[in-house]
């Protein structure tokens, strides 16, 4: 899949622009708020079908009434996302056919770094659960279903526990839910890491040609139960659930830790380590997508080319040489 053209109306700060890509690597360069993390944005959204940082109302143009991207693929192909306000309501033309969501097969794969992944080892749980989150929903849609329906009883168990008449049993359809997608979840992000694990080493070798050992530690905060040990884990906590509002137990506590040297990376890892560590992620993350899906992945960089240095840019570079890539930097 080749990107060739997009236009966009009202979409953030772009009342109308257009823009040709290359087949290989197109750089987009402007001042800081020109616009440039905006059109990232749009082909994300386009190929995709959702933003990877805001919901619609944000993106809309202030005091515009619609927004609408349009990507054109180089084999003829087209997508269009119209987002009209009043409705409240975006589709997505393919074809000749409309939908409410982008279509599975017109999803592609797409590897994002942004400026906020080169401290990704430094993060907040949070934000590391996110960056995972997405690259597991991008490999697997199994994961990506467990993971919005276990997100969705979280969510409507968190509401009922905020209840002032509470019966422990009126909790129970969610718990169900939970503890059958909380295990699931935690299955694959466990297969996730034992996969990182086999290749982070070497393709961190392959960058900073040194004897440093990388690993990934993943802690889950349900550790390996089955479903109905989860289940009796979950209903533990209920008193202290109900005094804090919401649920304690659960894979929406889990974090990751990358290991430098057998030694926790945040702290000891240098700032070029760290980068290196990241660029391996990424590299791994694409070569996992092409292996997973028969689809080599949009690379979209924003704004973190310039911020290495050129060791790693050129790694960087032979590493997507058969990769569509896309990049901003500030001019
Ligand atoms: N809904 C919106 N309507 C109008 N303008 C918006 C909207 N959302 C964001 N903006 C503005 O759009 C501009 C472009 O933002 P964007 O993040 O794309 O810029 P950028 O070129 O990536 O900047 P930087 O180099 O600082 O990262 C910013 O000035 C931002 O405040
Ligand atoms: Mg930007």
Redesign the pocket.
Known sequence: MIIKNIALSNFRCHTGYRLDFERQTTQILGE???????I?EAIYLAVRGKSFKAVDREILRRGAEYYRVELDFLDGEKTVVTYDAAAARKNFLVGDKKWARLPKKNRYPVVLFE?VDLSLITASPARRREYFDRFLAQLSEGYSNSLSRYNRALKQRNEYLKREFLRREDLFPWDILMAKYGVALRTERAGLVAALNDRLTGVYRGIAENRDEVALAYESYTEEVGESEYLRLLNLDFERDRLVGHTNFGVHKDDYTFLFNGAVADGTASRGETRSIILALKFIEAEMLVEGLGRRPLVLL??VFSELDETRQKALVKNFQENQVIL?S?S
């Open positions: 800081n708020g020109w616009g440039k993390t905006s990232l400026p924003d704004d901003t500030v």
